[in-house]
């Protein structure tokens, strides 16, 4: 239990037990109940009062599956909000064998001098000049990493768009096959690390200084039932390891709430040719892996390996999210070119889906047509290659409606939507309005109440309840590691019960299940009440105009929630 | 009555159909339902809960259209 702190202005690194205020956090509890103390609400993102934080969950490196989950925070760029943007990969782990609970990054290096932070298997942190790989993309930069300091070695590192402070910047992380294709890619948080001045953090995967598991036989017994109910559950043990989450893309159009040409028709012309029934079949055909174990301590395994029609690697993993703004969104219905995006986001180091929503608002606009492919790989390129259009697109949507003076900018709080239209999913607009991340698709998705028939998704009614507890439920599970895809085995019997007694056998708690929204609604606040410092109001909780006013196809329906609804949400 | 089946995702159903992916016409007695068109499958509610027709989820009461695409689906999350 330590906090590791990085002042990058004089390079120096502090070790401290962990203060009173933060015992018992972890993951997105941590980042967001320590940002709303200790970083002034109006300062620049991108300045050095902001602080960049890691923090694995309070899980994170014991024996229970799924727990791989890292939360970075900061105040974002993008939205102007506190921001959590979660990733898997491996470096959650190695974080926990060391009884790391956080790495809090502060200050600011000068103006390009880049550095890496290493810490060894004994914990010992070291700031290492880093101006070797100044400019490199995030594949070649990992490989060189794990060249130098071995393989086993999680990286967690930015691109040159995070250096060059793009508002779309992710943070990628390496993988189980050290490949930095797991993101942190939502709020921009890669160019607050561009910002601070670090390149990289590398982590070794062989520390054993985990803090103590206080009742470890309970422990052990409870993390084998966990075990049980995530194989067991339809979801996590039976379609995600067959098609990943790409097997939305199916049932969302069906609904036709798939927000395709801008979010301007809910089924997209020839959606079966990127679907994940689609994608499963020709990853199987070029010998690819369908079944990819992405992250540390996986079982369900919703990772995949996509390869190119030779069979040679193209990307990893390809994700829902990602075929939906990169495809839906830019009415381009191939997925091979898809793919191809989404490995030139990894390796550029930007988020795939306020990427492909910048490309799709560019071509609304009429830059390109819908559908072009070679318009999308050369939009990447003026990314990549730093022009003035490349750097408005890689700051997202937003930044192009402003440059073309479009007004159909599909984003919250300056951050894209995610997969489902909220006009043709009411409580997902719910979420995207009042989330105090900006638009977001983990935040409290509601999808499920609609495919178990729990809710009507084109009627007001209990919209603003469930969009609620969801997004309750959510910030309770960010703060735990564990993964979002596997955390619907909480929903059982037996894997609620589990969870919540390997959550008490580590912690020596008594915590009943009443503890788990608890813990939600304070993140939340905290949430909030970082965004009321920062000057966000009732008022910045809507959508853009064009969801009240423009009817989506099929269903020709508009968002219907009231603001006095919307303004409800935390009513708790 | 005649409607069209599809079926997604890992949801497989019996004997009575073709495999899952493949679109099949079926025949229907006049007035059947969603439940009895899965009871017919043999596709269990916690394998294929999700059935929707013309844009729109069914529940197990929901009348079936003659001609209609009946597309199944487990239940999914958001990811």
């Known amino acids: ?572 | 009555m005649k409607v069209r089946v599809k079926t997604y995702g890992t949801v497989t159903p019996g004997p009575a159909a073709a495999r899952a992916g493949q679109e099949i016409e079926m025949e229907i007695p006049e007035g059947a339902n969603v439940g009895d068109l899965l009871a017919h499958l043999g596709i269990s509610p916690s394998q294929g809960g999700t059935v929707v027709m013309n844009g729109r989820i069914l529940s197990k009461e929901g009348d079936l259209v003659d001609g209609a695409l009946v597309q199944i689906f487990q239940v999914m999350h958001g990811g």
Request: with cysteine; aromatic share 6%; proline share 5%.
């Open chain 1, 1 to 572: 239990m330590k906090f590791l702190k990085v002042n990058m202005s004089n390079k120096t690194i502090g070790v401290e037990e962990v203060p009173q205020p933060y015992l018992g956090l972890g993951g997105r509890g941590l980042t967001s109940i320590l940002i709303n103390a200790e970083v002034p609400a109006r300062c620049d993102p991108l300045g050095p009062e902001n602080k960049l934080i890691f923090a694995p969950g309070l899980l994170s490196g014991t024996n229970l599956v799924n727990t791989s989950r890292i939360s970075v925070g900061a105040k974002s760029p993008l939205t102007g909000t506190i921001k959590e943007s979660n990733a898997g990969g491996t470096i959650a782990a190695a974080l926990g064998r060391l009884g790391i609970t956080a790495i809090i990054v502060e200050g600011q290096a000068k103006e390009g001098e880049w550095f890496v932070l290493r810490i060894d298997e004994k914990g010992e942190a070291s700031l290492l000049p880093a101006q070797e790989y100044r400019g490199m993309r995030t594949y070649a930069l990992t490989e060189k990493l794990l060249q130098t300091y071995g393989d086993k070695t999680s990286v967690m590192c930015i691109g040159p768009a995070g250096e060059n402070r793009l508002k779309a910047a992710s943070i990628q992380t390496s993988d189980i096959d050290g490949r930095p294709c797991r993101a942190a890619g939502r709020g921009g948080l890669g160019a607050v690390m561009g910002s601070k001045g670090l390149k990289a953090l590398v982590v070794d995967q062989r520390g054993n200084s985990p803090d103590a598991v206080a009742d470890p036989e309970t422990f052990k017994e409870s993390a084998k039932a966990f075990a049980k109910a995530v194989k067991d559950h339809p979801f996590s043990g039976q379609l995600l390891p067959n098609l990943g989450t790409a097997g939305l893309v199916a049932p969302v159009n069906a609904m036709g709430a798939f927000p395709s040409y801008n979010a301007t028709k809910g089924v997209m012309d020839g959606w079966e040719k990127i679907s994940g029934e689609t994608m499963a079949q020709l990853i199987n055909e070029r010998r690819g892996n369908p079944s990819h174990m992405g992250c540390a301590q996986c079982i369900v395994h919703c990772s995949n390996v996509y390869n190119d029609k030779d069979g040679r690697y193209l990307t990893s993993s390809l994700e829902y999210e990602t075929i939906w703004a990169m495809g839906g969104m830019t009415g381009i219905d191939d997925l091979d070119t898809i793919a191809r995006l989404d490995f030139l986001c990894d390796d550029f180091g930007l988020d795939t889906m306020s990427t492909g929503v910048a490309m799709a608002v560019a071509m609304d606009a009429g830059y390109k047509s819908f559908g072009d492919r070679s318009a999308a790989l050369q939009m990447m390129e003026e990314i990549a290659q730093g022009t003035a259009l490349g750097m408005i697109l890689g700051n997202g949507p937003e930044a192009v409606g402003h440059h073309f003076n479009h007004s159909r900018v599909p984003v919250v709080k300056g951050q894209s939507i995610a997969a489902y239209d909220p006009r043709a999913m009411q409580g997902n607009a719910v979420t995207y309005a009042t989330s105090p991340m900006g638009a977001d698709h983990s935040a409290g998705n509601v999808i499920g109440e609609y495919m178990a028939q729990k809710l009507d998704p084109l009627k007001a009614e209990g919209q603003v309840e469930a969009s609620r507890n969801t997004q309750i439920a959510m910030a309770a599970v960010d703060c735990t590691g564990l993964c979002l895809l596997a955390s619907f085995a909480l929903t059982t019997p037996e894997g609620g019960m589990a969870f919540l007694q390997a959550m008490n056998a580590k912690f020596g708690t008594q915590l009943g299940p009443e503890a788990i929204p608890q813990l939600g609604i304070r993140v939340l606040r905290a949430e909030r009440e970082f965004n009321h410092k920062a000057g966000f109001t009732n008022k910045d909780d809507r959508l853009p105009e064009f969801f009240y006013k423009e009817p989506l196809p099929p269903h020709n329906t508009v968002v219907i929630i009231s603001d006095q609804e919307m303004d409800s949400t935390f009513n708790f």
